[in-house]
């Protein structure tokens, strides 16, 4: 069976878990990181030597990096949901590109500054943050004109690695602006069974 070394608190984790929820593949998850500790393991770093959360080991497979982790598993799961035509498939994964180089660093601003070591952030860098989180959500929203789902039809890759970032985004204690589409899509997100298995614990 495969493995899984994360905690639920983790964005990056809740990403995978997300994924094999959804997918109905079957796991198991080991505890750690933070307050569960054993990423700093001998043990541990040899599977990953980063010490961060997730890693899964799949008959013998290791891989780390929560995205590429999605991808493996949604690649085993054929043409659904990962799709073999290379322009359907690149559309869907710019979004997961995206998710890390412009939504990632606003929103872990905010969260680190405002939820998981409050004042620890010049608040400068947190105000600035909060406009790029907003405009990257309204691209989303824009984005989400024409589909339910940010990869199209169905629920897929690019959906599993944002959902936890817009699930993050809408519980800060911010202000944020109010954009229809995105808030219809976070509804149907969290109306999926793997939504309330990662999605219902309260931001720390």
């Not at 990257?136 to 959902?163: K, N, P, Q, T, Y």
Request: proline fraction near 6%.
């Amino acid at each position: 069976m495969l493995k899984l070394w994360g905690r639920l608190n983790s964005i990056n984790v809740q990403k995978v878990v997300l994924c094999l929820e959804e997918l109905a593949l079957p796991y198991e998850r080991i505890e750690a990181g933070l307050t569960f500790g054993v990423v700093n393991t001998s043990q541990y770093r040899a599977l990953n030597p980063n010490g961060l959360v997730p890693t899964i080991e799949d008959d013998g497979l290791v891989l780390w990096e929560s995205n590429t982790i999605v991808r493996y598993l949604c690649a085993a799961r054929g043409e659904a949901i990962y799709p073999s035509e290379r322009g359907r498939r690149a559309d869907i994964e710019k979004w997961m590109d995206w998710q890390l180089s412009v939504l990632n660093p606003p929103v872990g601003m905010l969260f680190w500054g405002l939820v998981r070591a409050p004042g620890s952030r010049r608040a400068e860098d947190v105000e600035q943050a909060r406009g790029k989180a907003d405009a990257a959500m309204s691209i989303i929203d824009a984005h989400l004109a024409d589909r339910e789902w940010i990869s199209g039809a169905a629920m897929g890759m690019a959906d599993f690695v944002i959902a936890p970032y817009l699930h993050r985004w809408l519980h800060l204690p911010s202000a944020r602006p109010t954009l229809p589409r995105l808030q219809a899509y976070y509804d149907r997100v969290m109306s999926r069974r793997c939504a309330k298995i990662v999605l219902t614990l309260p931001l720390t």
